[in-house]
């Protein structure tokens, strides 16, 4: 989730180098028939460029590198590969195992969960019908929270009214039709430094533009405020200041302070290795997480664009991530997991593995193996227009444990 919608590049098509091909061993020069004239000092050249040449490998072809290191080439490329290979498939048995067993009985919705909504229930395309049909498709589940996309903040930290609104208009049409569930304003932006050119949080005018901006969207009265702020390095201090700032305004207001978080290191300090090898660490240490969690009411973790290729391991590493992240988020602080309510083929993310019924299973093992009587905890759908109706069965049917 971004300010703006971004098109994951396509990995470039690997060229497999070819082998080359064994070289046809020379024949043996036939000896001259004429006797051979040469002095002594051209019969020593003669000599000494012959041993060259046998020192070079003779017979392996102009241009080509000897053979021994052609071998040495192929046990260096083995190397290589075992020592990528290897790691990926240790680190996917284990995600498969844990993604074995039966969840804990009664691991099912506490009533906390979350859906994020697109601009368009603000912007003036959705209308009263719309709003009727939400209330049905929301009928005996566990959503308490709406996250509607309200922004995107620029990139100075201010929100222009212009971009929401109709949000009076929903705020009371929710309230009317579907009541107890409440209606956050979505805020983000892109930060630097991966994006010079987006929204910088050491700067303090910038921060304080956010939080005028906060005030402003809940005077317009919003249940709560839900910041994605994106890519949002582990360890950044002004980010957590920026927090406490909001924490204590809408403290004042007794309205929710919630935000999306990335994931949590599979290992620890993995995402200082990313960072190192990509330029984009991803993940966040589960120390920095804490510290994201004890400063905020709601915390939503986006489980999905794992690069898990398989249901399995998806499902095995959303049960670890769940378990790390109740380790850590204290209680009275909501914890939800992300669910995969949408369908995309690109790095990072397939289709095929990322299922809304395997992030409930693993979501399920890991609170089963964590903190299974936890009553702070949920599940956030991500996200509403691009939902299918397998993807609501299968959340009703694994989560909310109704047909």
Known sequence: MSRTERTEPTEPESTAPTEPTEPTEPTEPMAPTEPDESGPDDAENTRHEHEQGQGHGQGEGEGKPPRRWRRRLTWVTLAVVLVVLVPLLTAGTVL?????????????????????????????????????????????????????????????????????????????????????????????????????????????????????????????????????LEPLHSGDGDYLTLLDALHEETGSRDVPLSVAAHQIDPLPGFHSFWGAVTGHPKWWSQEFFGQVARRVDQIAVMSYDTMQPLEGTYGGYVAQQTALALEVTPPGTDLLMGLPFFKENRFGHWAHAETVPAAVRGVRLGLSRADADRPDFGVALYVDFAATEEDWAAYREDWVNTP
């Not at 603000?122 to 209330?135: E, P, S």
């Not at 630097?192 to 303090?204: G, I, Q």
């Open 96 to 228: 498969r195992v844990n993604f074995t067993g039966d969840p804990a009985d009664g691991t099912y919705t506490r009533g906390r969960d979350a859906l994020w909504l697109g601009h368009a229930w603000v912007d003036g395309r959705k209308k009263d019908a719309d709003v009727t049909a939400l209330a049905r498709q929301l009928d005996g589940t566990g959503i308490r929270d709406l996250y509607v996309h309200s922004g995107p903040l620029e990139h100075d930290g201010s929100l222009p009214k212009s971009a929401y609104p109709r949000a009076r208009w929903l705020i009371d049409s929710v309230h009317r039709e579907i009541p107890g569930v409440r209606v956050q304003a979505w805020l983000g932006d892109i930060l630097a430094p991966e994006h010079p050119e987006a929204l910088h949080l050491e700067r303090a005018e910038s921060r304080a533009a956010i939080l005028r901006s906060t005030r402003e969207i809940l005077d317009t009265g919003y249940d709560g405020v839900h910041f994605d």
